[in-house]
Nanobody
Framework: QVQLVESGGGLVQPGGSLRLSCAAS????????MGWYRQAPGKQRELVVA???????NYADSVKGRFTISRDNAKNTVYLQMNSLKPEDTAVYYC???????????????WGQGTQVTVSS
């Protein structure tokens, strides 16, 4: 089992910035993908950005140029720097990881508990 601990959410004014972090711990041999989804009230969960195997990234069009994902491989941690935030970025942000455990078993999406981001004046 993997544990994902998220932090960094909060209330920010439009145009402001926030930085989210997500640390994965547990029986992890390798990580195939790790990143962030978000879910706004009344909407489906959507991908924000992720690191994929090989190190490539996949950003949603709505956040390109404003959000930046980075990672610390030694700590199995990803960070999401969010700049120029808009009210439509308001959502619960969920970290996820796809990994192979130390027994060699693959695991599909495992989720963090979510952190609220509210963009409002």
């Amino acid at each position: 089992q993997v544990q994902l601990v998220e932090s960094g959410g909060g209330l920010v004014q439009p145009g402001g910035s926030l930085r989210l972090s997500c640390a994965a711990s547990g029986s992890i041999f390798s990580i195939n993908a790790m990143g962030w989804y978000r879910q706004a009230p009344g909407k489906q969960r959507e991908l924000v950005v992720a690191f994929l195997s090989g190190g490539s990234t996949n950003y949603a069009d709505s956040v390109k140029g404003r959000f930046t994902i980075s990672r610390d491989n030694a700590k199995n941690t990803v960070y999401l720097q969010m700049n120029s935030l808009k009210p439509e970025d308001t959502a619960v942000y969920y970290c996820y990881v796809v990994y192979i455990d130390e027994m060699g078993l693959p695991h599909p999406h495992s989720w963090g508990q979510g952190t609220q981001v509210t963009v409002s004046s």
